[in-house]
């Protein structure tokens, strides 16, 4: 049983930048990849970014390509989300998620996941 926690949510204005992190309870973080997604008001959940056990592979949303930077301290059980020049598109409830896949960006293949922390875009 892996428990997520994500903080670092909140209002920032259009071009500005967030850090989310997620912490994960449990002695076997590092034996999983790490997703991050996103759900607007009246859409489904989409895959954002991940990040495999070791830290050494990522992928990205091609529109978060460039601005969304994910990386994992697997000492500290906690993995982050860099966001940077946010746009009022990327306001949304973020997600982290832990997978045992070596790989994915489909949410119906992540095992265990947090509680959400709103990120909201000002423009």
């Known amino acids: 049983q892996v428990q997520l926690v994500e903080s670092g949510g909140g209002l920032v204005q259009a071009g500005g930048s967030l850090r989310l992190s997620c912490a994960a309870s449990?002695?076997?973080?590092?034996?999983?990849?790490m997703g991050w997604f996103r759900q607007a008001p009246g859409k489904e959940r989409e895959f954002v970014a991940y990040i495999s056990r070791s830290g050494g592979t990522t992928y990205y949303k091609g529109s978060v390509k460039g601005r969304f930077t994910i990386s994992r301290d697997n000492a500290k059980s906690t993995v982050y989300l860099q966001m940077d020049s946010l746009k009022p598109e990327d306001t949304a409830v973020y997600y982290c998620a832990a997978t045992r896949r070596q790989y994915s960006t489909s949410r119906n293949e992540y095992d265990y996941w947090g509680q959400g922390t709103q990120v909201t875009v000002s423009s």
């Open positions: 449990g002695r076997t973080f590092s034996s999983y990849g």
